[in-house]
Each structure stands twice: as C-alpha cells, then as structure tokens.
Antibody, heavy 122, light 112 residues
C-alpha cells in the first residue's frame, strides 16, 4: 500500500522560500518508472500541478512556476522535497504530493497525501 | 485559467445519469494524450476514479465510465448516489512549453 504525507510550515512570510517535504512508503523512488509529483489547490479553487521528479532524477516543472521551483529526492529517506522561492499571498494553498503511475499511454496520480495547508501572509 | 475546460457545475437527481465534459486543444487531448479523472469529496484529497480515458481503478464502481473523442473527454456517472456529490477534475498532458501535466478547472456535481 502506497502512502504519502506532506510536512512543512503552515505560515510563511511573503518573499521567503517555502520548503515542503513529502515522506512516502510502499514504493522506492530508485525503482525504474517511479515518480512523485507536487500539486496545489488554493482555497476554493482548482488543482494546479507544480512539479514531478522521476526515479532517474529527471524533473518536470510547471512552465508558469519553473523559475521558482526546485524538486529533489532523497531515496534513502523515501522523501521528496519541493522548494518554492519568493512566495506571495497568491501561493496560499493546500499542497499535495502524489505518486505517479504510468502506462504506455499516460501518467496519472494513483495515491495522494492528505495535503498541507500553507498560508502566505506577513 | 485552467488549460482543460470543464463546466463549473452539473446536477442530477438520485438514480439519474450525468456526464462531465473536459475540453482540451491540439496540444493536449487533441494531440492524442489520454485523460484521467479524480473525485474530490469535501475536505479530502483527490481520488483517482478513471485513468487512460476509460479504465476504472480497483474499487471504483462500474457506475463510473469514461470516454474520449477528438479534443474532448467525458466522465459519466449512472445511478447517481448522494455519496457521488463532489468536485471532479480531469487531467492530461500538454506538449507545449516543454511539456506539462494539466488539470481541468473542476466540476461541482450536486445530487439533488
């Protein structure tokens, strides 16, 4: 059974760097084909994909946020870390990490963490 | 504004059938990329209910079905139940701007 859990600060000041950690179990991010994504959801709004990291350290970022995001993994700790620089109140959201599943045709997210609400405010 | 377009809301009475549409463009669904669907009950994380256009994960009732045609996809729910009331999101891949995962804006399903 795959489980994921997000952790990090609940309140961040504007212009600061937000660091979120996803701790997971039930799979190894060193195994071929595995991947973990970060997805966020502002209060009352839609899901927004942020970043994805693959077993081979390849990464994919949202084009609109690419300059502000860094996703890394620590396979030995079964963790994925997302850093977002220069945060703004518009970054207030629930941040989810999710396990990527894959077929010959596409990628989807078959397991999600409970989410971590991050508020950006001075 | 989301890359994939969904109706903000749909509704139906218990037992009825509803469909939720997801419209894309030539750089995502229209390019042949598959569509996946998630159900988000109030206050909870999203849950996968359909992948690769029309495949139900284990545990998802066969009242849920998916289809895709051209640059659009649909999620149909038959035999509506109160427990189906949730937000539904479609997801695909977009090959513009170095490629990215894209979601729809979400559809609120209300069971009357």
């Amino acid at each position: 059974q795959i489980t994921l859990k997000e952790s990090g600060p609940t309140l961040v000041k504007p212009t600061q760097t937000l660091t979120l950690t996803c701790s997971f179990s039930g799979f190894s991010l060193s195994s071929r084909g595995e991947g973990v994504a970060w997805i966020r959801q502002p209060p009352g709004k839609a899901l927004e994909w942020l970043a994805l990291i693959y077993w081979d350290d390849d990464t994919l970022y949202s084009p609109s946020l690419k300059s502000r995001l860094t996703i890394t993994k620590d396979t030995s700790k079964s963790q994925v870390v997302l850093k977002m620089t220069n945060v703004d109140p518009a970054d207030t959201a629930t941040y989810y990490c999710a396990h990527r599943e894959v077929s010959e045709m596409g990628n989807w997210f078959d397991a999600w963490g409970l989410g971590a609400l991050v508020t950006v405010s001075s | 504004q989301s890359v994939l377009t969904q109706p903000p809301s749909v509704s139906g009475a218990p037992g009825q059938r509803v469909t939720i549409s997801c419209t894309g463009t030539s750089s995502n669904i229209g390019a042949g990329y598959v569509v996946h669907w998630y159900q988000q009950l109030p206050g909870t994380a999203p849950k996968l209910v359909m992948y690769d256009n029309n495949i139900r994960p284990s545990g998802v009732p066969d009242r849920f079905s998916g289809s895709k045609s051209g640059a659009s996809a649909s999620l149909a729910i038959t035999g509506l139940q109160a427990g189906d009331e949730a937000d539904y999101y479609c997801q695909s891949y977009d090959n513009s701007l170095s490629g990215s995962v894209v979601f729809g804006g979400g559809t609120k399903l209300t069971v009357l």
